[in-house]
């Protein structure tokens, strides 16, 4: 008994399975489905993503509500669409009343914490039923502060740097461009993982949830571990990957010159910085097991959204491709008799704040989702159709136009654009997304089908964004 008796008391509180579960929500900011073996990818050096996806169940089609940071957060905090929270843009800050997880599930004996990005209003300051705080970002958002917010006051990992010796830049700053010149145990991802896994730690005797969002693989792409893959391990992907048919003039002015030696060096580099949030995964995960606490802890992986990395010829995000709207969903739920496997059905991010709620043993009415808790048991749902939205910025014409789109079970996916052309395209056939569908005759029915998906849909959700007509309309 040396090691429990001589451990301090800490760690010697350990609760035991069956006890009220805990939750570790870990997320990434612009990570694509297809960076780790789960989704097709043996390549990239992400071993603790790969462990925790064969113990987990693998959602296969995951799709986030809208495809930019804050809307996406929105829906994955709360439960609601973009267009029921008002979060329909990014740096819209979440309102006071909108409840999270933690708020919904009103649990006084659960210790809450956030970590990480946040980019829902008011950065660095605790709100929203989350007791800890440890923010990594500082001057980009803080122009979006709420008045009386203290505009001197500093990030956690600001702290931390400087207790490291280094010294802000302007505005007393640390900039992202910054970050990506350090070392990797002074990096977001490390520093999160210490955090993370002390907040474990000390609160391994009572329930807990505890969200940690890295900032990594979100641009700038560049870190310590830029050259830690090859080009054979970073291979480009549908490049150029112009499709056929009608596309979007929104698009068409998004795309750049195309591929080169600088897409192919920043192909690397999101690689490196998949591997660099993998060892800060491995750390935490590690925490969870060594302090007793991984078979009563809920664990899921996600992120807000993809990236195009040249696909298309486009970069970023913000468009209705596969690259930008799929993302990686595990779960891992080990106080189930549930076996590790992989759900084909597309899902949604709406779907996961019914399913948490479910897992710990409250209900929620009003949510705009349905629980995952029948998928993570081998069954199935009726109607798996998924829904994503956009919706245009009037003060900035790089916004493109209002949409909403619809993925099917059996393979196709529809985007209705209100001011520019629509897409259809038929996964069956064609899932590199390179034939645009949309008005083919011989597509009528399945598109006519998807429409009125759709439009049922906007009923049901009270979305009042006017659909296009039926052809494009500039076609």
Not at 73 to 87: E, N
Request: aromatic content about 8%; overall charge positive.
């Amino acid at each position: 008994m040396q090691t429990l008796a001589g451990a301090p008391a800490i760690l010697r509180a350990a609760r035991r399975a069956g006890d009220k579960p805990n939750l570790l929500f870990l997320w990434t900011d612009q990570q694509r489905a297809d960076t780790m073996a789960a989704y097709g990818n043996p390549r990239f050096r992400v071993p603790a993503m790969n462990r925790l996806a064969a113990q987990s169940v693998v959602f296969d089609r995951a799709y986030v509500t809208q495809p930019v940071c804050t809307p996406s957060r929105s829906s994955v905090m709360t439960g609601l669409w973009p267009h029921q929270s008002g979060c329909v843009r990014n740096n819209i800050p979440m309102r006071a009343e909108t409840r999270t997880l933690p708020e919904l599930a009103g649990d006084a004996a659960c210790r809450t914490g956030y970590m990480g990005k946040w980019h829902l209003g008011d950065e660095i300051f605790p709100q929203h039923g989350f007791e800890e705080w440890r923010a990594i970002e500082d001057g980009i958002y803080r122009k979006f502060y709420s008045a009386g917010r203290d505009r001197n006051a500093r990030s956690a990992y600001h702290h931390f740097l400087t207790r490291q010796g280094y010294k802000p830049g302007a505005e007393n700053d640390f900039s992202r461009n910054f970050a990506t010149t350090l070392p990797v145990e002074h990096s977001k991802p490390s520093f999160l993982a210490g955090e993370a896994s002390n907040f474990i730690l000390r609160h391994r005797a009572e329930p807990w949830m505890l969200y940690v969002n890295f900032l990594e693989p979100h641009t700038p792409f560049g870190s310590a571990l830029d050259d830690l893959h090859s080009e054979e391990e970073a291979p480009l992907k549908n490049v150029p990957g112009t499709p056929l048919g009608p596309e979007p003039e929104w698009y068409k002015r998004r795309r750049g010159k195309g591929p080169g030696r600088r897409l192919q060096r920043q192909a690397r580099n999101y690689a490196g910085l998949c591997s660099l949030v993998d060892q800060a995964l491995s750390r935490i995960l590690w925490t969870l097991e060594a302090t007793g606490q991984a078979e009563n802890t809920i664990v899921v992986y996600t992120s807000d959204h993809g990236e195009m990395m040249g696909a298309h010829g486009l970069m970023a995000k913000q468009v209705m491709y596969e690259e930008a709207v799929h993302v990686p969903l595990l779960m891992r739920v080990p106080f189930r008799p549930l076996k590790p496997h992989h759900v084909p059905q597309p899902v949604s991010h709406i779907d996961i704040v019914p399913t948490l709620l479910e897992l710990l043993g409250r209900k929620e009415t009003g949510l705009a989702g349905r629980s995952l808790v029948p998928l993570l048991a081998g069954g199935t749902r009726p109607d798996n159709h998924v829904f994503l939205e956009w919706t245009a910025d009037a003060s900035d014409s790089g916004e493109g136009p209002n949409g909403r789109a619809v993925v099917s079970p059996d393979g196709y996916k529809l985007v209705l654009y209100d001011t520019d052309h629509s897409l259809l395209f038929d996964h069956n056939k064609d899932p590199q997304e390179l034939n645009n569908a949309y008005g083919k005759p011989e597509y009528a029915a399945v598109q006519a089908r998807l429409r009125k998906k759709i439009e049922d849909w906007q009923k049901q959700v009270k979305d009042t964004q006017p659909l296009p007509t039926q052809k494009n309309p500039s076609a």
